[in-house]
């Protein structure tokens, strides 16, 4: 039928292509219409929503890597059709296509062409898919001086993604640009780029005096799917303007959908506590990180992706700093000879890379120091840390616990270099208090030391103390919440929502993460 009757041939075709695209023979007749020339034909088809057309395109994509060529060359054809005025529904049609199934790098000669297309909608994609196949600042900066405001924003949206210090500083000047397309393209791209201080501005625009501006607003906190501006857009639904509670409405249902896509990716654990403030600095401190049961490498966090509330109150000023972790840590452990049922708690959270190392001591106050240099030894494997944990050592073999903690902290017990990290799993006694000696040796190998007690240890606790450490009764969970504190990547510092709050809610929102925890805080901080 094509060879006798190309027309007939798309008549039959369009209903396959309309409701079973997805069949191993609807995929063939797309082939057959890319190979004969008949896929622009069949894409302007007026029997085909946008919609339709879009999928046909995609697929013709998939079974073609020539059909985006196809669509570039007959749209540049057009600049020079004396009845391209006529087509401008067809023409935008296959522009918005082309938008959508390419990135502009392989067709950039006809996108040239398309700049001097007669219709400035055209004109404005050829912009933006140029933009994003040269990535390049200095090209979209040369945009602006356009009288268009749709080549402008486009320009703009050009600069999505591209990680570049000329890239941001041109976004962040146009974010108080003129126009409201331009300004919401430019927050939106400095926000994809983890930009926290466009959450403000977003929640600014929403209060525009200008209705377009509130719009756009609503569209711009749609397009990042973030949780936060649900309040802002419930207060958009009572907007008087129609086109205003329209995109309020979708953005809402933007947002449901990519928390409900952030909740379908693998489980991750959020772990961290409030730091003390600095002295002069107004506002809060926290440290936390995000780590999996598996010993996955964390994701790349953005700040934005951080979503911080006291009592329920948006924290919508806040700076994020990042900590990179060593890439091999040597963590040791100062336990009773019986003490390792703790440890194995942490077991499936070890990093593949670190190594640990343990340390026995007995409750004997008394004991001295045996012989031998007594280094623990480290190990990186699970098989050869759960083969120590099973190991019950001599009493003969222990020292008291201050011995233990000396050798813990000692430059010499370290499996790597950098930072000493030391939990000890401490079973109480009325032993000494460490002494001066013990504590400057532990700020000279600045050492993090963590201490779980069975119970009150007033020696124990004041040490921490004095070497900055962390002191905390044996519950549930106690000895996974220190290892964890040790993986902690991310420093926030806030301004609070409430002096008064009684709790902090931390979450982390992203494609394919989520995770949150709670902190208490103190009342009249």
Aim: hydrophobic share 40%; aromatic share 6%.
């Amino acid at each position: 039928m094509m060879e006798d009757d190309q027309d007939s041939f798309l008549r039959t075709a369009l209903p396959i292509l309309r409701t079973h695209l997805d069949s191993v023979g609807a995929q063939y007749v797309v082939g057959v219409l890319s190979a004969s020339g008949m896929l622009v034909k069949a894409l302007t088809d007026p029997q085909l929503t946008r919609e339709q057309a879009l999928a046909l395109a995609q697929t013709a994509a998939r079974v073609d890597s020539n059909a985006e060529m196809v669509l570039a060359r007959a749209l540049a054809d057009t600049v020079s059709d004396p009845d391209a005025e006529a087509h401008n529904e067809e023409h935008s049609r296959l522009m918005e296509i082309l938008s959508a199934i390419s990135d502009g790098s392989r067709i950039f000669p006809c996108l040239v062409r398309l700049l001097r297309h007669g219709n400035p909608h055209i004109r404005s994609k050829a912009v933006l898919l140029i933009g994003r196949g040269n990535r390049s600042a200095n090209w979209v900066r040369q945009r602006m001086g356009d009288s268009d405001p749709r080549i402008r924003a486009n320009a703009a949206e050009a600069l999505w993604g591209v990680e570049t210090d000329e890239a941001r500083e041109l976004l962040e000047s146009l974010v108080h640009d003129s126009n409201n397309r331009v300004a919401g393209n430019a927050i939106a791209g400095l926000y994809r780029l983890g930009d926290q201080s466009m959450i403000l501005e977003i929640l600014a625009l929403s209060r525009h005096e200008s209705p377009v501006f509130r719009s756009t607003a609503a569209w711009v906190m749609g397009a990042t799917g973030d949780p936060r501006f649900t309040e802002a857009l419930a207060g958009l639904l009572r907007e008087p303007h129609g086109v205003i509670r329209k995109r309020a409405f979708a953005a809402l249902g933007s947002i449901r959908t990519a928390v409900a896509q952030a909740h379908q990716g693998p489980p991750w654990r959020l772990f961290g506590r409030l730091l003390e403030p600095e002295p002069g600095r107004p506002g809060r401190r926290l440290i936390f990180g995000v780590a999996r049961e598996d010993g996955a490498a964390p994701p790349r966090l953005l700040p934005t992706q951080v979503l911080l509330s006291e009592d329920g109150q948006n924290v919508v000023q806040y700076r994020v700093v990042e900590r990179p972790l060593p890439e091999t840590m040597s963590v040791v452990f100062v336990l009773p000879r019986s003490g390792a049922d703790l440890v194995r708690a942490c077991l499936p959270w070890k990093r593949p890379t670190d190594l640990w190392g343990f340390l026995y001591y007995t409750r004997d106050v008394s004991a001295a120091a045996p012989a031998g240099d007594g280094a623990p030894r480290f190990h990186s494997s699970v098989e050869a840390i759960e083969t120590e944990l099973d190991r019950v050592p001599a009493a003969a073999d222990c020292a008291d616990l201050w011995h233990g903690v000396a050798r813990a902290v000692s430059m010499e017990s370290s499996g790597t270099g950098g930072k000493r990290r030391v939990i000890v799993v401490n079973e109480p006694a009325s032993r000494r208090d460490a002494g001066d000696e013990l504590v400057n040796a532990t700020a000279g190998a600045q050492a993090f030391v963590q201490a779980i007690s069975f119970g009150p240890d007033r020696a124990v606790e004041d040490f921490c103390r004095k070497v900055g450490g962390l002191y905390r009764e044996a519950d549930e969970g106690a000895a996974l919440g220190m290892y964890l504190n040790l993986l902690t990547q991310h420093e926030v510092v806030y301004q609070p929502a409430n002096s008064e709050a009684q709790a902090l809610k931390v979450r982390l929102h992203g494609p394919g993460l989520y995770a949150e925890m709670r902190l208490p805080l103190g009342a009249g901080e």
